[in-house]
T-cell receptor, first 117, second 113 residues
Framework: DGGITQSPKYLFRKEGQNVTLSCEQN?????MYWYRQDPGQGLRLIYY???????QKGDIAEGYSVSREKKESFPLTVTSAQKNPTAFYLC????????????????FGDGTRLSIL | DAKTTQPNSMESNEEEPVHLPCNHS???????IHWYRQLPSQGPEYVIH?????VNNRMASLAIAEDRKSSTLILHRATLRDAAVYYCILRDVDAGNNRKLIWGLGTSLAVNP
């Protein structure tokens, strides 16, 4: 079955440590996105990419980095510069023939919950 | 920002219809209205989207006002598995002319057995 897979489901970060969240899709989608969700809040956009080897900052990119070397993969690194990383991280993908955030539906993974040790 | 306004919470009984309202008075002429729902500890799930005409799919119906300033998501027969947060979403364009979806707080739907 086609879908979008995030791993790990739970992740713990030590002070000063960088951690990488994995996101893989086999839907042949062009566009991929990373969101952060905090308790009782809507999703906030961290980074997005509408094509391989290209990505743009979203609303809260500080302290995060991404890469898009393959169409299927869009890993997110939470760096030590992100002082409040505890959140639920969601990866999504969509067809994007007209770029990211076309009117095509976004398909989401089941998320990674990141906590601080 | 293209913003939406939804009630914080709603309650329904099982097997009854549910009408979830959304106001979007600043919607632009070319933007679709998107609805997603999110079950606890899961990623959001696409429900439906539409532009002007009412839309139906296997999950729900979307009724869009003639002036497009509001819409209603209709679940025809609520089940316990429909208990979720429902998001009504528009696209917006940032300073760099990049489109993005604007996510609000949504409506938390409780379904009573």
């Amino acid at each position: 079955d086609g879908g979008i897979t995030q791993s790990p489901k739970y992740l713990f970060r030590k002070e000063g440590q960088n951690v990488t969240l994995s996101c893989e899709q086999n839907l042949n989608h062009d566009a991929m996105y990373w969101y952060r969700q905090d308790p009782g809040q809507g999703l906030r956009l961290i980074y997005y990419s509408h094509i391989v080897n290209d990505f743009q900052k979203g609303d809260i990119a500080e302290g995060y980095s991404v890469s898009r070397e393959k169409k299927e993969s869009f890993p997110l690194t939470v760096t030590s510069a992100q002082k409040n990383p505890t959140a639920f991280y969601l990866c999504a993908s969509s067809f994007g023939s007209s770029g990211a955030f076309s009117n095509q539906p976004q398909h989401f993974g089941d998320g990674t919950r990141l906590s601080i040790l | 920002d293209a913003k939406t306004t939804q009630p914080n919470s709603m309650e329904s009984n099982e097997e009854e219809p549910v009408h979830l309202p959304c106001n979007h008075s600043t919607i632009s002429g070319t933007d679709y209205i998107h609805w997603y729902r999110q079950l606890p500890s899961q990623g959001p799930e696409y429900v439906i989207h539409g532009l002007t005409s009412n839309v139906n799919n296997r999950m729900a119906s979307l009724a869009i006002a003639e002036d497009r300033k509001s819409s209603t998501l209709i679940l025809h027969r609520a089940t316990l598995r429909d208990a979720a947060v429902y998001y009504c979403i528009l696209r917006d364009v940032d300073a760099g002319n990049n489109r993005k979806l604007i996510w609000g707080l949504g409506t938390s739907l409780a379904v009573n057995p």
